[in-house]
């Protein structure tokens, strides 16, 4: 059974450029999670999905971030312009049912922006 | 203002020690609890959920919640240099819909 997919794992990128994240979550979960993983500020929620409808996206930083979901099976977040401060590693979960649930998690894309 | 508060730690241990990580949480209407584990460069993994009041055990693990404190610890018996990694505490501040809240993680280190 395959589990949450990301791609690409690693991106480095320079500044101003647009990068986008890819994530195939578990075939069935109805939820799906984004979120930023830095030392300083651990593991950070950025937004998530409910049957393919954003749900809560008050943890994007700012305008140049973006998610989408198109399908079930397919989410994108996208950052155009891209800053140094970006850089991170970039999670996608998935669950059944939400906050009473496990998160799945994908493994991750390293991005680098210079 | 949702907050999950853990050690940052390290937390160093000898081999065949109990370890015990802390972890507190802002909103005692919390219903969910979980603890991850994360080793350097990969994602994290589950290891224990617990929803009610006391000690729930695993094997070596045991997850202990005491809501009234807002407070949740895992503990983690006869510690092997395996365990180390960075340990995550994970809230659900509402009911089913709402997304998992972590803190900074604690750095468990089990010497030989």
């Known amino acids: 059974d395959a589990g949450v997919i990301q791609s690409p794992r690693h991106e480095v990128t320079e500044m101003g450029q647009e990068v986008t994240l890819r994530c195939k979550p578990i075939s069935g979960h109805d939820y799906l999670f984004w979120y930023r993983q830095t030392m300083m500020r651990g593991l950070e929620l950025l937004i998530y999905?409910?049957?393919?409808?954003?749900?809560?996206d008050s943890g994007m930083p700012e305008d140049r971030f973006s998610a989408k979901m198109p399908n079930a099976s397919f989410s994108t977040l996208k950052i155009q312009p891209s800053e140094p401060r970006d850089s991170a590693v970039y999670f996608c979960?998935?669950?059944?049912?939400?906050?009473?649930?496990?998160?799945?998690f994908g493994n991750g894309t390293r991005l680098t922006v210079t | 203002q949702k907050e999950v508060e853990q050690n940052s730690g390290p937390l160093s241990v000898p081999e065949g020690a109990i370890a015990s990580l802390n972890c507190t949480y802002s909103d005692r209407g919390s219903q969910s609890f979980f603890w991850y584990r994360q080793y350097s460069g990969k994602s994290p993994e589950l290891i224990m959920s617990i929803y009610s009041n006391g000690d729930k055990e695993d094997g070596r693990f045991t997850a202990q919640l005491n809501k009234a404190s807002q407070y949740v610890s895992l503990l983690i018996r006869d510690s092997q240099p395996s365990d180390s990694a960075t340990y995550l505490c994970?809230?659900?501040?509402?009911?089913?819909?709402?997304?998992?809240?972590f803190g900074k993680g604690t750095t468990l280190s089990v010497s030989s």
């Open positions: 999905f409910n049957n393919n409808v954003p749900i809560d």
């Open positions: 979960a998935s669950n059944l049912r939400g906050g009473n649930s496990p998160l799945h």
């Open positions: 994970a809230v659900n501040f509402n009911q089913a819909g709402t997304a998992l809240i």
